[in-house]
């Protein structure tokens, strides 16, 4: 059972933590695209997702409540890829807009 | 302040990712410190290539000899010697090999075939030489994060990690003074651990992270290397085309690079009226590596294209520079190899002592865990070491004609490194605690029998390496043999331990080190 919950918070952080890194850095990449070149937001993305993989990867391995830490990490899988869907078919205004309407 | 449960889940966190990963880890951070020095260790593998410094060369007489060596490619690219390679290096189409040129003459070098410190160990480094599917990769980049989340956990364990980091010694248990060689080291080079692995990871966002790219750019890979990379491609005009002055080009791009040289020419559909040329921007000035660009007309000489990064591309290419350190500062390239050797002795003790922290209890309990790791920890850390002295050693003995089972001379140097990395594994199945010591000998040996075999193949000893500026080869052959006497002092002492076992301290599992007292 030990071995179980070992295996289970180790897939939890390496391909959970990663799956939401990747899908929220996807989800930035696009948000930025108004504001900055699509050069420069796909490489601000890509180097600020090693670090929110680092925060889960840290966060993942050691929390005592691993269910409701898996509960988080479905929710933040889907809602990056929710997030990306709708930013990639331009439903939802860049964040160039956003801060231009503010 | 962390609370004890979480102090605990760390330290849990920090000696199981550290016993898991530590071999492969080991691994990469031997062949990254390697590398720092990979293209002296080339001129020490291929010794026709051991010139003195270079002469300025001009462009025009270079492709004239590229032109003599392949005529009718329509492709090819050159590289201009530098302080650290001394040689004009030609790549043509439809080959792996690099050739290497006199700069004076433009004679072609010819060294006996081998990878070198470029083609194997650097590559080793960061893709462990598994191609597929890039699998070893993304196993170097998980060992990447490993080593994010080992540093910052060993950190967050220590309740007073400045204490322990004044804290070695080298004379209680060997327990002991193994954590306090741990944590002295990892805080004594806590920026370069942190530093390396993000920053190796960073030069590989496109590859680890590809849905940022494919989102931004649609998915067009080629628009996605165009814009980041600086990638300019033409189609054909299917009509004869020339080359006018290339030296001409480079004197204007370095005219627009205020001063900067290009280090890398690049000719494109040569014989073709469309053909054209890409200059590269020479980054051994500065510490970032920089992608700029100039693509020149090959018939007229024209600007076709600039390419330097944007603000972000341009600290990405920092973050690389930080990690490639092509910069051309000594001081610093030593201190990175000291730095990356402290890695290796971080992550070897740290490997140690978990195995003499759990000896005893294992062997009371009958567990094979101690044995097991042992045998893995063995082969990872004095076996990888002594493979490599022994990729040197078959470079030195092998003929250049050398050829077995199929095999070309390239490919025999890493049958021999392969070979004996296998078999230190198997010998440390084999021998248990006693392996260490005697691999340490086997290294000691090794280096020895490195350097002597430098000295009778090629007449350079240290001395005389010294004398005509070989210093690339001096300094190689006093590392080899400043870690012959290391390891055969750690021989000496290891032996001592082994026949007078000592008993173990119960400090694993989990206790925080500083709470030890």
Redesign the interface.
């Known amino acids: 059972m030990r071995a179980l919950r070992v295996i289970l918070r180790v897939t939890l952080a390496v391909g959970g933590g990663y799956a939401a890194a990747a899908v929220w850095s996807a989800a930035l990449a696009l948000g930025l695209r108004g504001s900055v070149a699509r050069a420069e937001a796909a490489v601000l993305a890509g180097m600020l997702a090693f670090l929110f993989f680092l925060l889960l990867l840290l966060w993942l391995l050691t929390t005592p409540r691993l269910g409701r830490a898996g509960l988080l990490v479905v929710g933040l899988v889907l809602g990056g890829a929710g997030l990306s869907r709708v930013l990639s078919a331009g439903a939802w205004p860049s964040l160039a807009a956003l801060t231009r309407g503010a | 302040m962390l609370g004890e449960?979480?102090r605990r889940?760390?330290a849990r966190?920090h000696t199981w990712?550290g016993v898991v990963l530590g071999g492969v880890l080991f691994a990469v951070f031997w062949m990254g410190t390697l590398s720092v020095f990979d293209h002296e260790i080339d001129r020490w593998m291929m010794p026709p290539t051991r010139l003195a410094a270079a002469p300025p060369v001009s462009l025009d007489a270079a492709a004239r000899a590229v032109a003599a060596l392949a005529p009718g490619a329509a492709q090819w690219s050159l590289t201009l010697p530098s302080a650290r390679t001394p040689t004009v290096q030609v790549r043509l189409p439809g080959s792996d090999a690099l050739l290497h040129l006199d700069p004076s003459t433009f004679a072609e070098l010819r060294p006996a075939p081998t990878l070198g410190g470029t083609g194997f160990i650097f590559p080793f480094h960061f893709m462990l030489h598994i191609d597929w599917l890039d699998l070893g990769l993304w196993i170097v980049g998980?060992c990447g994060?490993a080593m994010?989340?080992l540093t910052?956990?060993g950190v967050l364990i220590h309740k007073r990690i400045l204490r322990d980091f004044f804290m070695f010694r080298p004379r209680k248990a060997a327990t002991r003074s193994l954590l306090d060689l741990h944590t002295a080291l990892g805080v004594l080079a806590l920026p370069f651990h942190l530093v390396m692995p993000?920053s190796g990871?960073?030069i590989f966002?496109?590859l680890?992270?590809p849905?940022?790219?494919?989102?931004?750019?649609?998915g067009d890979e080629a628009a996605?290397g165009r814009?980041?990379f600086g990638s300019y491609q033409r189609p054909t005009a299917g009509a004869p085309g020339t080359l006018s002055s290339l030296d001409a080009m480079a004197a204007e791009a370095q005219r627009r690079w205020q001063g900067g040289r290009p280090f890398q020419v690049r000719l494109q559909l040569a014989g073709d009226a469309a053909s054209y040329v890409e200059m590269r921007r020479a980054h051994t000035q500065d510490v970032s590596m920089n992608r700029d660009a100039i693509y020149f007309d090959a018939a007229t000489g024209a600007v076709l294209e600039r390419f330097e990064s944007?603000?972000?591309?341009a600290?990405?290419r920092f973050?690389a520079g930080i990690h490639f350190v092509q910069f051309e500062q000594w001081l610093l390239r030593w201190l990175y190899f000291c730095a990356g050797l402290a890695g290796c002795v971080m992550i070897a003790t740290g490997l140690w002592f978990w195995l003499e922290s759990r000896r005893a209890e294992h062997a009371r309990r009958g567990w094979v865990g101690v044995r097991l790791v042992e045998a893995l920890a063995t082969g990872s850390v004095s076996g990888i070491i002594a493979a490599t002295l022994a990729f040197f050693i078959a470079n030195r003995c092998l003929p250049e004609a050398a050829s077995a089972w199929g095999l070309g001379r390239q490919r025999l140097e890493l049958v021999a490194f392969y070979g004996v990395w296998l078999g230190m594994f198997c010998h440390a199945g084999w021998r248990g605690r006693a392996a260490w010591g005697e691999q340490c000998a086997a290294i000691a040996g090794l280096s020895c029998g490195a350097v002597a075999l430098n000295w009778i193949t090629t007449g350079d000893h240290p001395l005389r390496a010294l004398s005509r500026g070989a210093t690339s080869v001096a300094a190689m052959d006093g590392v080899l043999l400043l870690l012959g006497v290391v390891c055969w002092l750690a021989a000496r002492r290891w032996r001592v331990r082994v026949a007078a076992p000592e008993p173990a301290l119960e400090l694993a599992r989990g206790v925080v080190p500083s709470s030890e007292g």
């Open positions: 449960p979480l889940a760390w966190l990712a998980l994060m994010l989340v910052l956990s993000l990871l960073v966002f496109a680890f992270f849905g940022t790219w494919q989102a931004a750019f649609d996605f814009e980041v944007k603000p972000i591309g600290v990405q973050i």
